[in-house]
């Protein structure tokens, strides 16, 4: 393309897929964009695909000094490579020709401890910083994904008007982008955002499974399954291509292709770090931890094949061999049963964003971030909506789970819960995200739990004291004296 009548005031450096996807959705609305890369066949690769995907007003650089001085003082870059090292490699080429009031955004999936690192060093040359998470996937990427900045306010102002249009829209809530925070707030919540989305993805494997070896639902009868649902409560974009998935015949032999699939779940990292940060926190993400638990012991493919045979022997296939059901009102309770865990597994992220919000000053808005999840996500779902009205009637709602809304939805669902978590246990079934969050949700509800009797057992062996329900101060008791005594 012939060089623009002005400079860009934008440019993105790393161009993989997700990369020249964000740049080409810059330009296509109506910001003209420089791009840059280490290797520069990508950056031809990206000037040809604007080319033919409508002439768009993209320019390829070779070399970082003629990328940076492509751009509008003051500049605003963005980043778009592996998390670690590379982003820390990227900066310093790219500031060695940055000036005093330029702009770096990072829009990988970066620890957010990384994100204050790098604003705080940017501040020392003068230059501002955001970490942005960035979600949606390559198509989120390219027609509109969910943007959650956080760092420098002013450089978010910069370029508030691009993010805004570049954004995935939501007709009755607006741009899916806001200003999250200070720090590496931005980064944070994106962290627990894939985190809320590893627990989503479990559940939704556990209502495969119970549907498929419990209610013997074939594939097509599960597209139609998920296709349904998506017509209701549950509808999002993960149940949505879950049907799809459903669909698809294996272009490689017969059948279909998920049925295929090796049983092995990769990962990242954000799932770990989400269950780290909750660890350090204190707070309760049974849902979340044990979708990462079922991704390590997925990958013990080899050892689970031979756990099989030594187990065989011990009935397992003949209980679902024998089981009677009814599917259509089996269908009905798994659509209950994660209506409601996923209730629990939403509580959880919130939670965790909200005590570190408190913990650094954020000052996070959670509704607000309910909002911009609404679109261009992952997790989009139309329960999100839900979530956004929750926190707009109570900003500072101890949890969704006592919403009044929520709460009833829960009560309206814990009976058919309860039968698919029993269902699925009788039939050697695991269902760790389910049976998680109804534990979380029966531990959460009961005022009194067993927790006296674990601090009076601390008291005995360690000394720890104990509080008691009927008078103040902290008490120690000489248990083993006593015991000995009474043995005598």
């Known amino acids: 393309m012939a060089a623009p009548s002005q400079p ?6 790393g161009l993989a897929v997700m990369g020249q996807n964000l740049a080409l959705n810059i330009a296509e609305k109506g910001f003209p964009i420089s791009v840059y890369n280490r290797t520069s066949s990508k950056v031809d690769e990206t000037v040809e695909r604007a080319k033919v995907e409508g002439n768009l007003p993209v320019y390829g650089f070779h070399d970082p000094e003629s990328f940076v001085n492509s751009l509008q003082k003051p500049r605003v870059i963005i980043m778009l490579v592996k998390a670690g090292a ?74 508030e008007d691009i993010l805004l249009k570049v954004a995935a829209q939501v007709p009755d809530s607006g741009p899916c982008v806001t200003y999250v925070g200070k720090g590496g707030s931005g980064n ?25 070896s419990v209610g013997k639902l074939s594939n097509e009868e599960l597209k139609g399954v998920f296709s349904e649902w998506n017509k209701g409560e549950l509808l999002s974009f993960l149940i949505e291509i879950t049907g799809d998935i459903f669909g698809i015949k294996d272009d490689k032999g017969e059948g279909y292709l998920v049925d295929k699939v090796l049983d092995k779940t990769g990962m990242k990292g954000t799932g770990k770090w989400t269950v780290q940060q909750a660890a350090d926190l204190s707070v309760a993400a049974p849902t979340i931890a044990s979708s990462l638990d079922s991704r390590f012991l997925s990958g013990l493919k080899e050892e689970r094949v031979k756990a ?48 570190k919000s408190v913990e ?6 959670l509704g607000e971030l309910a909002r911009i999840w ?28 006592v919403d009044p809304e929520f709460a009833k939805e829960i009560i309206d669902r814990q009976s058919a819960w309860r039968r698919v978590v029993c269902l699925a246990i009788n039939s050697g079934i695991s269902v760790p995200g389910m049976s998680s969050s109804l534990a979380y949700f029966d531990t959460y509800r009961r005022a009194r739990l ?27 008791t000489e248990w083993f004296k006593i015991a000995k005594q009474s043995k005598i």
Request: a negative charge.
């Open 450 to 476: 067993p927790a006296n009797l674990v601090q009076a057992q601390r008291d005995y062996f360690g000394a720890h004291t104990y509080e008691r329900i009927d008078m103040e101060g902290s008490f120690h």
């Open 86 to 159: 590379p982003v820390d490699q990227t900066i310093k080429t790219l500031s060695a020709y940055m000036e005093k009031g330029d702009c770096i955004i990072d829009g990988g999936n970066e620890w957010y401890e990384n994100t204050e690192r790098r604003e705080k060093a940017m501040a020392e040359l003068g230059l501002l910083y955001l970490g942005m998470g960035v979600s949606g996937g390559e198509e989120g990427a390219r027609y509109g994904p969910s943007l959650m900045p956080g760092g420098s306010f002013e450089a978010y102002k910069y370029i």
């Open 360 to 365: 650094k000053g954020w000052d996070l808005t």
């Open 374 to 401: 609404k679109g261009g996500c992952i997790i989009r779902a139309i329960f999100l909506d839900r979530i956004k009205k929750a926190y707009d009637r109570n900003a500072d709602l101890a949890s969704l789970l």
């Open 308 to 355: 099989a045979e030594v187990f065989k022997s011990g009935g397992f296939g003949d209980i679902l061999a024998d089981q009677e059901v009814d599917k259509k009102k089996l269908i009905d309770d798994v659509r209950q049963a994660l209506y409601a865990s996923k209730i629990c597994s939403y509580a959880q992220g919130m939670n965790l964003i909200r005590a």
């Open 8 to 13: 860009p005031r934008i440019g993105l450096a």
């Open 188 to 212: 944070f919540v994106k962290m627990v955002h894939n985190g809320i989305e590893y627990g989503d993805m479990q559940l939704i494997a556990e209502a495969y499974d119970v549907l498929k």
